[in-house]
């Protein structure tokens, strides 16, 4: 009998005793490889010798000041590296314990910068339908994923929703990429003067979707055209970069890819790697500043912000990733282990779209490729494959409701930046051996 609220009450979970570089290892002695990094967490594995000792010694020297009353070195040093590697004036950093709380921050920033300056009828927020960006409330109701939303919908509050950029799906016959993310563009621009410019303070969107939708990249120039539409009407672009930033993409924040600078970024999930809990709010100097010269003050605060020992963890993650070729690994993985699943999966009967960037890969099931018609939701379609791959020492975080919150299954897959080429190919054949166990029981041939 256990006496932890586990997530899935009915579950019965093994129990995880050690990590070992892209493996876990559970107390009967089988062995996981993390194709997942957990929640595309572990960007550097499990047993990583440099960021331990790091915690080991910050423990020693001093666990935890608060930030009420102290700053402190490690918190110091990591927002100075992190204002350093991000393109752009993103030269200030708010840390706090995760992703979630990372979000809400940058809501809050949001209103009340324009509090700051003087345009107190902005309020209102813009995200996208098939987006996640965390479960606390204010997170939840950014999100657009209808499943996660439904039960709490009555708490939440308004916040309007635009299409996702889905190219697979939603861009139309004979349109261009560059001409579905115009049209994008116009919509957001629509959906702004619908709700009045002078009402709208932010647009949020992941630069390259996660959960919700499996890796999910903007076509070209999407971006670039959203940043444009926000600039005319004053409105702050937050970029959510809490599943996809930290190098996970190729580039340590994924937003470097477009060719643009938001107003906000958030970060979280590889910026500690899985060593210690932590996120962080990057932010513009035109916000800053905008505090600074009005209140000096930002109504809000969690007490394990800035932990010296979550910082000191995140800082010795930040100098791995900083390490001459561990990025242009991740990209060079990234495309073999695209190939790889192409060479495997591409012709899938049931595979209708592999997709993403650098080591942030999913696969997009469907009943018949032609329509790209999805599985009906009943099957529960990801929850089999998980269940099929961990039985198989596979790591994989498959979802439901990639579509639209209901209907549509895929698989994401985001291991650590140290995956080998053999761990590659046993990833592979893997998931292969899995996806064949599944349709052989709900679409045999």
């Known amino acids: 009998m256990t006496h932890v609220f586990h997530r899935h009450l009915a579950a019965d979970y093994p129990v995880a005793v050690q990590g070992e570089g892209c493996y876990i290892i559970d107390a009967e002695g089988r062995r996981y490889l993390d194709a997942s990094g957990g929640a595309a967490v572990s960007c550097l594995g499990h047993s990583d010798r440099t960021v331990i000792d790091a915690v080991v010694a910050q423990v020693n020297r001093l666990p935890f000041a608060h930030t009420g009353f102290f700053t402190n070195q490690p918190l110091e040093d990591l927002a100075a590296v992190l204002a350093q590697a991000a393109p752009g004036p993103l030269d200030h950093v708010y840390f706090v314990s995760g992703g979630s709380e990372a979000v809400e921050a940058a809501l809050k920033m949001a209103r009340q910068y324009f509090l700051e300056i003087g345009q107190p009828s902005r309020s209102r927020l813009i995200a996208r339908r098939q987006s996640y960006h965390g479960n606390t409330l204010g997170a939840l109701a950014a999100g657009g994923n209808q499943w996660r939303r439904a039960q709490f919908e009555p708490m939440l509050i308004e916040v309007s929703h635009v299409s996702p950029c889905y190219e697979y799906r939603d861009r139309r016959d004979g349109e261009t990429p560059e001409q579905y993310g115009e049209r994008?563009?116009?919509?957001?621009?629509?959906?702004?003067?619908?709700?009045?410019p002078e009402t709208v303070a932010a647009f949020m969107a992941e630069p390259v979707v996660g959960a919700t939708a499996g890796a999910l990249p903007p076509v070209p120039g999407y971006f670039r055209r959203i940043r444009e539409v926000c600039d005319k009407y004053g409105v702050l672009l937050i970029l959510d970069e809490v599943m996809c930033?930290?190098?996970?993409?190729?580039?340590?924040?994924?937003?470097?890819?477009?060719?643009?600078?938001?107003?906000?970024?958030?970060?979280?999930?590889?910026?500690?790697?899985g060593y210690?809990?932590?996120?962080?709010?990057?932010?513009?100097?035109?916000?800053?500043?905008?505090?600074?010269?009005?209140?000096?003050?930002?109504?809000?605060?969690?007490?394990?912000?800035?932990?010296?020992?979550?910082?000191?963890?995140?800082?010795?993650?930040?100098?791995?990733?900083?390490?001459?070729?561990?990025?242009?690994?991740?990209?060079?993985?990234?495309?073999?282990?695209?190939?790889?699943?192409?060479?495997?999966?591409?012709?899938?009967?049931?595979?209708?779209?592999?997709?993403?960037?650098?080591?942030?890969?999913?696969?997009?099931?469907?009943?018949?490729?032609?329509?790209?018609?999805?599985?009906?939701?009943?099957?529960?379609?990801?929850?089999?494959?998980?269940?099929?791959?961990?039985?198989?020492?596979?790591?994989?975080?498959?979802?439901?409701?990639?579509?639209?919150?209901?209907?549509?299954?895929?698989?994401?897959?985001?291991?650590?930046?140290?995956?080998?080429?053999?761990?590659?190919?046993?990833?592979?054949?893997?998931?292969?051996?899995?996806?064949?166990?599944?349709?052989?029981?709900?679409?045999?041939?």
């Open 184 to 196: 994008l563009a116009h919509e957001l621009e629509a959906e702004i003067l619908r709700l009045g």
């Open 245 to 273: 930033g930290m190098g996970r993409t190729g580039t340590l924040f994924a937003y470097e890819q477009e060719g643009i600078v938001p107003d906000v970024v958030t970060i979280a999930k590889g910026l500690g790697a």
């Open 276 to 445: 210690q809990p932590i996120g962080a709010v990057m932010v513009h100097d035109r916000l800053y500043e905008a505090f600074r010269s009005g209140s000096g003050f930002f109504q809000h605060g969690h007490t394990y912000m800035g932990h010296p020992t979550a910082c000191a963890a995140a800082l010795a993650v930040q100098r791995r990733l900083a390490e001459p070729g561990l990025l242009q690994q991740v990209r060079d993985t990234g495309a073999a282990l695209r190939a790889a699943l192409l060479d495997r999966f591409g012709d899938h009967p049931h595979v209708g779209d592999i997709r993403g960037r650098g080591l942030f890969l999913a696969l997009e099931f469907v009943a018949d490729r032609a329509s790209k018609q999805p599985f009906d939701p009943a099957r529960r379609l990801h929850a089999r494959l998980k269940a099929a791959a961990l039985q198989r020492g596979l790591m994989i975080y498959p979802m439901g409701g990639t579509i639209d919150g209901r209907s549509g299954d895929h698989a994401l897959l985001a291991p650590p930046f140290i995956l080998t080429p053999a761990q590659a190919a046993e990833l592979v054949d893997k998931l292969a051996a899995a996806v064949d166990a599944v349709f052989a029981e709900i679409a045999p041939s």
